[in-house]
Structures are given as structure tokens and as C-alpha cells.
T-cell receptor, first 110, second 112 residues
Framework: DGGITQSPKYLFRKEGQNVTLSCEQNLNHDAMYWYRQDPGQGLRLIYYSQIVNDFQKGDIAEGYSVSREKKESFPLTVTSAQKNPTAFYLC?????????FGQGTRLTVV | AQSVTQLGSHVSVSEGALVLLRCNYSSSVPPYLFWYVQYPNQGLQLLLKYTSAATLVKGINGFEAEFKKSETSFHLTKPSAHMSDAAEYFCAVSDLRGKLIFGQGTELSVKP
């Protein structure tokens, strides 16, 4: 079945540590996105990529980094510069007629 | 710039009652509009989409939405609520390249 796979489902990070969230898609979509979800704030765009080896900052890119070396993969690194990383992270890939989402990764700072 | 406003962060209805979730958009170009549903600790699932064809759009689970250009609205409705409809609902607008802008979300509660 085609879809988007995010891993891990739950992730715990210590203060000052970098962590990487995985996102893989087999839908052959060119565009991929990372969103952050906090209660009462909807979904906010972190980074997006329209094509391999190219990506753009979204509204809240500070403290995050991404790479797009393959069409299928768009990993997100939450760096130690992100002061409040505890949130639910969603990856999506899109065509112009709608986005498909992964099941999300819940990141908690311990 | 495109934006979406969802009116009401929480909506509560009784089982069997009409569901109405409000969404207004701002877009300088003809928009693509979407409604998504999210159950706890899950990703978003597409309910329905408007892509400049029919103004009344039917989606999954008995939901539908009407695009009204004069009111810049895309409200979501369902004639009769079920307990299983309790979830969070997001309205979104996209540009021609597919970048989605989301509203703040509306949490729907269904009372027995």
C-alpha cells in the first residue's frame, strides 16, 4: 500500500541533544512537508521541499534542519537550538489536490 | 498571502444533530480548499476537497462542504452527528504548488 511512514512514533530527547525524525513516502510525490502541532495552535509549517536536493524554510524553521537527498525521504533534525521541542510532528507529501499525512511522531524533552 | 480562519475552537453537538464547522479563507488566487479530520495521536485524514469544480463537495463519512466565493467561506456540514465523529477538524487552503496553510482547528464533541 502507498503511504507515508514516520518513525519513531514516540521519541524522548534530553536537553542539549539533537534528534532526527524519519519520514519516508512511496507515493512518488515531489513535494514533502514537515509540520509541528501544538494544542490550540493548529499546524505550523517547519520546512518543505518541492524537489530533491532543494528545500525552503517554513514559518518556524529556527532550531530545525532537513535534508532531501532522495525523493522518498525527508528527515527532520531537531537541534539543541530548538528551545521548546516538545510537540507532535507531522510529515506530509502532496499533489496539488491534497496532502497525505504520516501518523506523526510525538517528541518529548526529558 | 493565503490564510484560513476557523470560527470556534470547540463545538459540541448532540448525537443526531446537525454538525456545522465554519471556515473562512483569504486567497489572492482561486483557492484549493480542504477539510481534514484528526483523531487523537494520529495523522490527518482528508475528508473532502474543493478544486474549482462543483461548489458543493461531498466527502467521506457523510460530510459535505459548500464553497461560497462571495462569502470566502467553506463550511463543513453533516446532517446527523455520530459519536464516532468526535475529533479535531482542520480547514486548509493551498497554492498551486500544493503548500498547505491550516486553520487553528475545531474540536468537535458529540454528546449522547
Amino acid at each position: 500500500d502507498g503511504g507515508i511512514t514516520q518513525s519513531p512514533k514516540y521519541l524522548f530527547r534530553k536537553e542539549g541533544q539533537n534528534v532526527t525524525l524519519s519520514c519516508e513516502q512511496n507515493l512518488n510525490h515531489d513535494a514533502m512537508y514537515w509540520y509541528r502541532q501544538d494544542p490550540g495552535q493548529g499546524l505550523r509549517l517547519i520546512y518543505y521541499s518541492q524537489i530533491v536536493n532543494d528545500f525552503q524554510k517554513g514559518d518556524i524553521a529556527e532550531g530545525y534542519s532537513v535534508s532531501r537527498e532522495k525523493k522518498e525521504s525527508f528527515p527532520l533534525t531537531v537541534t539543541s537550538a530548538q528551545k521548546n521541542p516538545t510537540a507532535f510532528y507531522l510529515c506530509a507529501s502532496t499533489l496539488t489536490n491534497g496532502a497525505f499525512f504520516g501518523q506523526g511522531t510525538r517528541l518529548t524533552v526529558v | 498571502a493565503q490564510s484560513v480562519t476557523q470560527l470556534g475552537s470547540h463545538v459540541s453537538v448532540s448525537e443526531g444533530a446537525l454538525v456545522l464547522l465554519r471556515c473562512n479563507y483569504s486567497s489572492s488566487v482561486p483557492p484549493y480548499l480542504f477539510w481534514y479530520v484528526q483523531y487523537p495521536n494520529q495523522g490527518l485524514q482528508l475528508l473532502l476537497k474543493y478544486t474549482s469544480a462543483a461548489t458543493l463537495v461531498k466527502g467521506i463519512n457523510g460530510f459535505e462542504a459548500e464553497f461560497k466565493k462571495s462569502e470566502t467561506s467553506f463550511h463543513l456540514t453533516k446532517p446527523s452527528a455520530h459519536m464516532s465523529d468526535a475529533a479535531e477538524y482542520f480547514c486548509a487552503v493551498s497554492d498551486l504548488r500544493g503548500k498547505l496553510i491550516f486553520g487553528q482547528g475545531t474540536e468537535l464533541s458529540v454528546k449522547p
